[in-house]
């Protein structure tokens, strides 16, 4: 486990984005854990889950140019991504984002921000679906850029109505990397050898051993 991955999990407890215990999810599972990046939703908050993003990045030695978020969450991330690569990177990169609905005055189209070129690297907080993905690496295709790859904050390394899981197809799907801050593993790595986890520790395993792909991308 590396140290911005601790750090990042520290800072996912403190305020209470990460939680154990028993948690019903959309899919109808029981999760011993749950993961709100919702509560990002503060300036100091984002400031450091754009510096978690950057070592993530620079640790994977993926290559880009520029951010692209996929609305809504998207856009927050992208943002404090390239702040974070600006600040402490002293690398300024150029983001943008989609509008929901394409926008009909004003500047017009379902873009905002920088025009999309070279290398694209898409953000957000999770892969579900990966349908947002999907929509981005379209965008990405029909402004004739490459899709360099997707950068998440976790990765549940869960399986979805197949073998595999939503960040092992599009994987598989694009030919790009993956690259998540944390991932099960690491939820796992985490628990390990302090006994006030071990309960939860071994729900996790349990956990993965039903639902999960522990060859999965990431942490």
Do not use: W
Request: proline share 3%.
């Amino acid at each position: 486990m590396k140290q911005f991955q601790r750090e990042f999990v520290d800072l996912c407890l403190e305020r209470q984005i990460l939680q154990f215990g028993e948690f019903k999810l959309k899919s109808g599972r029981e999760s011993p854990y749950f993961f709100d990046a919702g509560r990002f939703n503060s300036g100091a908050a984002l400031r450091l889950l754009g510096k978690y993003y950057a070592a993530a990045l620079i640790d994977s030695g993926v290559e880009f140019d520029m951010l692209f978020g996929p609305a809504y969450k998207g856009i927050a991330l992208a943002a404090a991504i390239a702040i974070a690569f600006s600040r402490d990177h002293d690398r300024d990169l150029c983001y943008a984002y989609d509008r929901k609905e394409a926008k009909a005055h004003g500047e017009g189209g379902t873009l905002v921000g920088g025009p999309l070129r070279g290398r694209v690297l898409v953000v957000d907080d999770v892969v579900s679906s990966g349908t947002s993905i999907r929509a981005a690496a379209d965008l990405i295709a029909g402004a004739s850029c490459e899709f360099a790859g997707v950068a998440i904050a976790l990765d549940r390394q869960e399986r979805g109505f197949s073998d595999e899981t939503a960040c092992e197809e599009i994987q598989r799907r694009y030919q790009v990397p993956v690259i998540s801050i944390i991932s099960l593993d690491t939820l796992i790595a985490f628990s390990s050898g302090d006994p006030a986890m071990e309960q939860t520790r071994k729900r996790i395993v349990q956990y993965r051993a039903v639902y999960g792909v522990a060859r999965a991308p990431g942490g």
